[in-house]
């Protein structure tokens, strides 16, 4: 069996149209609502789907778990994760899942495979530089993103879930960790492109492109970059880019993007919140 499971978010019709095209390639979907308003009507006519309202907003780890420490799965199914901004193509799960049977097949311990990354505000297929070919069309690397991981219900048991500490931006880095450090692959194959935007996409300047997302996720970046800077899995140049992330990056935030009040309010908001021990929604 396939399973999906879909983070939504105050979902327009474009996400609607999203789902269609998922449901004709899983055998179910779970859409998972962290809302302030019940949404089920907009998604009543798709197939295959269970849609779960939590009438308030759990964030990506904890609304994953809630539904895959809740219901019944076997260890060999497959389990993928989505943004709702995701679009597939055609066969899209079909070749991932194929992928991910041929590293079986070669003796390969996966934890997850995900697809290589067209960013659409750059105009680049993302391939991370350090990697190590695994097959034609495989290779390890140290992380992958949220969207269209593809995992086995037992590997993701294993290691105990998704970290419900990590609210959002960087739950899945923290994941793909944790499989490297139980032993697994984290792996990307480039047989198959996810077309994937970044927040509200890149803002050149000179040889740097900053990522320019909403105002309000400069808190839980910011909180959760220091939760995770504790963490003994955290591969070290990850760390050291997360002490870049809460010294240099809130400069060239602050100097270069818009709503520069808002974000150094949030900036400063997610270190108490961090120094407070608070979890969860802001």
Not at 145 to 174: C, G, H, P, Q, V
Not at 178 to 198: E, G, P, Q, Y
Not at 215 to 229: G, I, K, N, V
Request: aromatic share 14%; glycine share 4%; proline share 2%.
């Amino acid at each position: 069996m396939i399973y999906a499971f879909v983070t939504i978010y105050n979902p327009n019709k474009f996400v609607t149209d999203n789902m269609i095209a998922l449901s004709s390639q899983v055998d179910k979907i779970y859409l998972l609502d962290n809302s302030n308003t019940n949404c089920s009507a907009q998604f009543s006519s798709i197939k295959n789907t269970e849609y779960i309202f939590f009438c308030k907003n759990l964030g990506l780890s904890a609304a994953f778990n809630r539904v895959l420490k809740e219901k019944t799965f076997n260890d060999d199914d497959f389990i993928i994760f989505f943004d709702q901004d995701s679009h597939i193509s055609d066969e899209h799960i079909n070749i991932l899942c194929k992928e991910y049977k041929k590293l079986e097949d070669r003796g390969f311990a996966l934890g997850c495979l995900g697809p290589v990354y067209f960013n659409t505000s750059s105009g680049i297929v993302e391939i991370p530089k350090q990697k190590k070919q695994l097959t034609e069309h495989s290779y390890s690397v140290k992380s992958i993103i949220t969207s269209s991981m593809l995992t086995r219900y037992k590997i993701l048991k294993d290691i105990d879930f998704w970290n419900e500490e990590i609210f959002l931006d960087m739950a899945d880095w923290d994941v793909c960790w944790r499989f490297i450090a139980s032993k697994k692959l984290c792996c990307m194959t480039d047989a198959v492109t996810l077309n994937h935007t970044l927040g509200n996409g890149e803002k050149k300047i000179g040889l740097l492109r900053v990522r320019e997302g909403s105002p309000f996720r400069e808190y839980y970046q910011t909180r959760d970059c220091l939760y995770l800077l504790k963490k003994n899995y955290v591969p070290f140049k990850f760390k050291i880019r997360f002490m870049l992330m809460i010294t240099v990056r809130p400069i060239l935030h602050f100097l270069f993007l818009p709503n520069k009040r808002k974000r150094l309010f949030y900036i400063k908001q997610g270190i108490h919140d961090y120094r407070n021990g608070i979890h969860g929604c802001l």
